[in-house]
């Protein structure tokens, strides 16, 4: 039952992924193949081979494939018959995996990290799920491959030939020519290219005072005035809720242009020097006082929970994107590193003799690259054109097979003295039949316990590449360039804290699950939980 709900989930999302090519939609999750064939051309192909197939001037290939690799996973899936079962060996690791608390938590965790990044644009991201106009039209902004522009919610000018601001829609909500409802993402912020205007917090004035925000404390520092559209109108340093140098009988409602300051004991009253005359000037400002978050925001200062970064990005958002561009560089790295590895890693303990050994010598001469510097190296000679995601993990799977190999070579080796290697040559049993029917069966134990260190690496090498600004593109989420410019202002010590935690954390659980999989599956700690 089990294996037939996998096989229709399979095949749904791959039905769901085609459709939404075709007709441009974006599912979560389901849609990153074509997107990754958008952001990098080698993915994607003339749209003469199929035009079908094709969108927006082009076939994504690597789109099309992982749909079709899902489809025929599925079916397999469906049309075979009987239930899965594993052996003996596999349900006694699984029992001692269960058995340890800490990886089975961390699991847990981990887990609801990736069904989190799974999420996509329905949790992270600036453009509203639903939006109803005032004529009573729905429209579904976030889940659409191309932009609206603003003209189809009734906005003009510049507004109306832009992408719509969905965030002022929101705010515009119930007013007259606004739409009648938006429903924005719970955290209504781009993860990467989205810059905010600063937070501002308007100040209560009571009894000729004026107040924090909290309405108890008299405000000590900087004030401004706004005009209609936002803008600073008026700046006022304040000392114990009054103006520097005022008096305590200061009336915050009285219309008046100033900016006083003590200097050599005496007031200064500088008049205003502005075009136009004073009363006009007043009126287009506000009698209110707000406090503005210049950036780097602090945490919980205009609906940003974490704050934002010295550009204006939620920090929140950019640690999601962050996330999900793991997931996707795991995704890509994992199966790549893992086929070269597999392959000539099995062919060396098998083989033997001549190609083993120019194999190792070969090993041997890549191992000695630094691989940071030759990935920096390579990046920056590279195209911009064909800088991005899949070219740096391109790179890093080209340095990251080795280790891989090594081991796997190791574990064929071992597995070809056996008795059953043997047996099944006597048979006549091919070279390929024994790699996949005997050798590669009986390995994948070390496979299964890698492949966490291999994602902490993939964190790791991506995060330090972005620290040092040859990593990722601008359009693309990285913890490593929100560490980079927290480092860079110490002063706002929260936007280099919300990396290093989001990294600590995310190493631990992997870490975690990696030693738990090394405790389940080693033979020599076979007794330990048993």
Known sequence: MKKNALACLLILAAVLGSLGELHGWLVPTISWPFTAARQWNLLSCSPELCPALAADGHIQWFGWLTMFFLALVG???????????????TERALARFRNNKAGLVSLGVFMVLLTLAGLDQTLVGKRALIVVTEQGKWHFPAFRRHMLPGSVFGLTGNEGLAEADYRRLHAELGKPGGPQFV???????????????????????????????????????????????????????Y????????????NPDRREVYSAVWQRGKLIRETYRGPGDIPRFLQQSSVRHFLI?????????????????????????????????????????????????????????????????????????????????????????????????????????????MPVTYLIRTGAMREKARD???????????????????????????????????????????????????????????????????????????????????????????????????????????????
Not at 77 to 88: M, N, Q, T, V, Y
């Open 183 to 237: 429903l924005m993402p719970p955290i209504p912020y781009d993860p990467a290219g989205d810059t905010t205007s600063f937070p501002r917090e308007e100040l209560p004035a009571l009894h000729n005072r004026l107040y924090a925000p909290d309405g108890v404390t008299p405000f000590d520092g900087l004030a401004c005035r706004l005009y209609p559209n936002g803008d600073v109108h008026l700046r006022i340093r």
């Open 75 to 89: 079916i397999f899936l469906l049309l075979h018959r009987g239930a899965f079962r594993l052996s003996a060996q």
């Open 420 to 530: 059953y290697v043997a047996a099944a040559r006597a048979m006549g049993a091919s070279a390929p039949h024994i790699l996949l029917h005997h050798i590669l069966p009986n390995i994948t134990g070390i496979v299964i316990t890698l492949i966490p260190f291999s994602f902490a690496f993939v964190v790791l090498s991506l995060t330090s590449l972005d620290y040092l600004g040859f990593g990722l593109p601008d359009t693309c989420a990285s913890w490593g360039r929100l560490l980079n410019d927290g480092l860079a202002r110490l002063s706002s010590p929260w936007v280099a804290s919300s990396a290093v935690v989001a990294l600590v954390i995310m190493l631990l659980l992997i870490t975690f699950i990696g030693e738990s999989v090394r405790e389940a599956i080693s033979p020599r700690r076979l007794n330990r939980y048993e």
């Open 239 to 250: 000392r114990n809720g009054v103006p520097d140098g005022m008096t305590q009988g200061w």
């Open 293 to 401: 978050h210049y950036h780097p925001a602090s945490p919980l200062s205009g609906g940003h929970l974490l704050g934002t970064d010295s550009r204006g990005q939620d920090i929140v958002a950019i640690l999601f994107g962050g996330l999900q561009v793991n997931v996707k560089a795991a995704l890509f790295y994992l199966p790549l590193v893992y086929g070269i590895g597999l392959s000539i890693g099995m062919l060396m303990g098998y083989l033997g003799g001549v190609f083993d050994m120019v194999t190792q010598r070969i090993i041997e001469i890549l191992s000695q690259l630094p691989f940071l510097f030759v990935i920096m190296a390579v990046t920056d000679m590279v195209p911009s054109s064909l800088r991005g995601m899949p070219t740096t993990l391109l790179l890093m799977a080209l340095l990251g097979w």
